[in-house]
């Protein structure tokens, strides 16, 4: 029996027999436990989680840290419902988070505290209190780009009453099958300055993972016109190992002032740095670690961003006013090699087979956001409450390719293999753009709700919105057709509503059921080289469509109805709720085989779906969570664009989740006072669901996944050793097909995909 077959069955026995044993003793034991109870802000006041009249999940801090969860993925698949996806170009700006089917690009609201994030951003998940993901609309109080669903980071805070400085310190070392050693240190200092009037907390954190993916030369290639093998002429290169090799490094610093007895002021900078020396992604398949290249071309790159933000928070008459005002900034860079995909468009698509020459693409993107927010939630003795506020978003983005991408030599090839000037590449150039993009959005949002007893209450509100847009496009290059230039502007306006009505038949059942409508902005579209001769001409012909210039919103309305409720004293939990959703005037993302996209409104779906999420606690030590999700997407109007079928499925979406996990806490007998043994598995399973980066008359079908973390420790007193393994069965999993930053070369689509089995330990102390 090979090496990896023994693996293979000791990794699925020890999973086998350790979920048994959680299993077993939950059925064992004498039931003594309760759950705790979880105070969340998804109505941006203080609620228990079980009392709020809308579908919210709710990752405390000690399971994220027993979780080992320190990136966006390693929460999500706790969400019944959440998918992943990638809408935009290359790694570092193409997450897109889908909730209940709702997929695609500012779908998605994600948030830190009370600051609105681009969704794409992934966060180091570190010194945080929680992560609330709310499903469904939350277009009242959230406001535009939450038309599924919003997820909000909520960061720890310092303490006023602390009587002494507190932290923590955080390290990781574990090796990656396929790759070499990963590790991590981070650490948090809370420091009361002036007791009960000033304190601040200190985070920081560094650290690296090895790479997975190596680069193998090819020596050799097939001539598409005379299909005679020809010899690589460029230079010969030994295989690299570990092209993905990643760093990361941030921090962040808040502190807290009490300025008089009903007034405080929380002032917080947060920095975050990653660099990558190339593109995490796997070629053709998502079980393939190896890229084949003409050139040993690296592709590099980095996301630095900061935050800084100041929050007032005043008690008075009846009530609290949260104001906060922050600022955002945002830098990309990312190169990908276009050698592949241009040597295919000069053979096959223009018929002009030349040697292969090294190319790479240079993209960088800035983004900058001013955003204020103040509002006032009431807490009136009577029967009438509410929440209202103003807001102010000015987002500020330009995406360059640039330096120029140049293929040196290309011309001139060209007119050799054409037998004269043909000069389809003049001065080698083959794309170069600056887009430039100014969007303000202001609006005025409240939720009213009126007790008519003490059982029956109901929550009527809305959000008025005007949104604008300026944009100016420059382009030049082969690949654009030769230079172009436009610009102009897009203005939209409106009101979101939202009626939600609860029912409190006892303390530990709650009833709820909703209306509410969504929205997205609409944009612009940059150039899509489509004229006679040009690059996109045959494609733009077979949709039949014209590219507009401009896309308005697109909105949807969703019916919910839902419960959530508590048993046997507390120890067993149980919610559920179900949604219909019907999405109008979809902004559809229409990717070309050239290389381009452009999006449209067009056509129209429905989701029909369900969600369910299970706690059970049957003895003290041990704790048991599950949930199952459901999203039955259907486009019922294709619209005008041909590539779309009618009663065919959403792209993106996975038509089921499921999540279980077990959590076992209890005495080390003999080992000394106060040591406590850790056993602990995370599973979940996707369904599967179609790529949503190819052409629409093909899409690609994502398998169904399954994956399987462990961990087993020791706590003591402040200390907590661990040794875990991530991905136990490793499973090769298809997260989403990449969106190239050059193009897609047909036949070698890069996929986003998951980390191989990794083993390590993880120490944590407290002071």
């Known amino acids: 029996m090979n090496t990896f077959r023994k693996s293979t069955l000791w990794t699925k026995s020890l999973a086998t027999a350790s979920i048994g044993a959680l ?16 105070i969340v802000t998804a109505t941006k006041k203080d609620e228990s989680l079980q009392e709020v009249g809308m579908a919210v999940t709710a990752v405390q801090a000690q399971t994220l840290e027993r979780m080992g969860a320190v990136s966006f993925a390693d929460f999500a698949v706790r969400v019944p419902n959440l998918g992943f996806g990638n809408e935009s170009d290359g790694r570092f700006n193409a997450n897109s988070p889908s909730i209940r089917g709702v997929f695609g690009d500012n779908t998605t609201g994600f948030y830190i505290d009370d600051t609105p994030m681009p969704a794409s951003i992934q966060p180091r998940v570190i010194d945080v209190e929680r992560v609330e993901v709310l499903r469904g609309p939350q277009g009242s109080l959230y406001g535009a780009r939450s038309m599924g669903g919003t997820i909000r980071l909520i960061t720890k805070q310092p303490d006023l009453n602390a009587e002494s400085v507190s932290g923590d310190l955080h390290a990781t070392l574990s090796t990656v099958k396929e790759g070499d050693m990963n590790w991590s240190v981070d650490g948090s200092i809370d420091v009361p300055m002036v007791k009960d009037k000033l304190a601040a907390r200190v985070t920081a954190y560094y650290g690296q993972n090895s790479g997975i993916f190596d680069r193998e030369y090819i020596p050799t290639y097939v001539n598409p016109v005379t299909n005679a093998v020809v010899n690589n002429p460029g230079p010969a290169f030994p295989l690299n190992e570990n092209v993905d090799d990643e760093r990361y490094f941030g921090f962040q610093v808040v502190a807290k002032a009490r300025l008089n007895e009903n007034l405080t002021f929380t002032p917080k900078l947060m920095y975050q740095k990653t660099e990558a020396d190339g593109l995490p992604f796997a070629d053709i398949s998502p079980g393939n670690f190896t890229e084949r290249r003409f050139f040993d071309s690296e592709e590099p790159g980095s996301d630095r961003w900061w935050l800084g933000s100041g929050t007032f928070n005043w008690d008075v008459a009846g009530g609290s006013v949260v104001s906060t005002t922050s600022y955002f900034d945002r830098f990309i860079a990312e190169k990908e090699e276009e050698t592949h995909f241009l040597h295919f468009l000069y053979g096959v698509v223009i018929g002009l087979p030349i040697d292969p020459l090294e190319s790479v693409l240079d993209e960088n993107e800035r983004f900058k956001s001013f955003v204020h927010e103040t509002r006032y939630s009431s807490n009136f003795d009577g029967k009438f409450n509410f929440t209202a506020g103003i807001y102010y978003q000015r987002n500020k983005n330009r995406l360059r390719y640039d330096p120029p991408a140049l293929q040196v030599g290309v011309n001139a090839a060209l007119n050799v293999a054409a037998g004269g000037p043909a000069n389809i590449v003049p001065g080698d150039l083959i794309f170069e753009t600056d887009n430039r993009f100014d969007t303000t959005e202001y609006a005025v949002f409240g939720e009213f709700t009126y007790d008519f007893s003490d059982m029956i209450s109901v929550t009527a509100g809305g959000r008025f919105y005007d949104t604008t847009t300026d944009f100016a496009v420059t382009s030049d290059g082969f690949a654009n057709g030769g230079p172009s230039q436009f610009s102009g502007v897009q203005k939209e306006n409106g009101f979101n509503p ?75 939990s149980i919610n559920g709720a179900a949604y219909f959703i019907d999405w109008s005037n979809i902004i559809q993302r229409n990717r070309l085989a050239c290389g381009f996209q452009f999006d449209a409104n067009a056509g129209s779906a429905e989701i029909k779906g369900f969600e369910i999420e299970v706690v059970f606690a049957p003895f003290d030590g041990l704790t048991l969570n599950g949930s199952v999700g459901h999203a039955d997407t259907e486009i019922t109007d294709a619209g005008a664009f041909p590539g779309i079928v009618t009663g065919a499925r959403i792209q993106g979406v996975p038509d089921w989740t499921f999540t279980a996990s077990g959590e076992y806490i209890f ?58 393994i991530d991905n136990v069965f490793n499973e090769s999993i298809n997260l989403a097909d990449s969106r190239s930053i050059a193009a897609e070369t047909p036949g070698r689509q890069r996929i986003v995909t998951n980390r191989p089995r990794t083993i390590g330990l993880d120490v944590r102390t407290r002071f």
């Not at 000394?672 to 996707?686: E, Q």
């Not at 008359?697 to 875990?724: C, H, Q, S, Y």
Request: charged letters at 20%.
């Open 667 to 724: 005495p080390l007998g003999g080992l000394g006072d106060g040591m406590d043994g850790l056993l602990r598995a995370d599973f979940n399973h996707y369904g599967d669901s179609f790529s949503s980066n190819n052409e629409p008359t093909t899409p690609r079908l994502r398998p169904k996944w399954r994956e399987l973390n462990m961990r087993a420790g020791v706590i003591r007193d402040n200390w907590e050793i661990a040794l875990f």
């Open 23 to 38: 299993l077993a003793a939950g059925l064992a034991m004498p039931a003594v436990a309760q759950i705790d109870e979880i």
């Open 498 to 572: 939202k009626i939600l009505v609860q029912a409190r038949p006892s303390e530990d059942l709650n009833l709820y059921a909703s209306a509410s409508q969504g929205f997205r902005i609409g944009g612009v579209n940059g150039n899509v080289p489509a004229g006679p001769g040009e690059l996109c001409e045959a494609d733009v012909n077979a949709l039949g469509v014209t590219p507009p210039a401009g896309f308005d919103s697109d909105t949807l309305w969703s019916y919910e109805a839902g419960f959530k409720s508590k048993m046997a004293n507390n120890r067993f």
